[in-house]
């Protein structure tokens, strides 16, 4: 999957392989940091 930046929840998101062909998944700006502070950080 090419990078791309989608709707949310998912943010930005990029699915490289690795050499061995394996697919590796990075995301970033889906909120879970925001929500995570916002529920145990009261």
Known sequence: MP?????TP???AYTPR???GNMVG???DRG???TVRDR???
Do not use: E, H, K, L
């Open 3 to 7: 990078a791309a930046t989608m709707r």
């Open 10 to 12: 998912i943010g930005y």
């Open 18 to 20: 690795d050499p061995d």
């Open 26 to 28: 990075f995301s970033w």
């Open 32 to 34: 879970v940091y925001a």
């Open 40 to 42: 145990w950080c009261s």
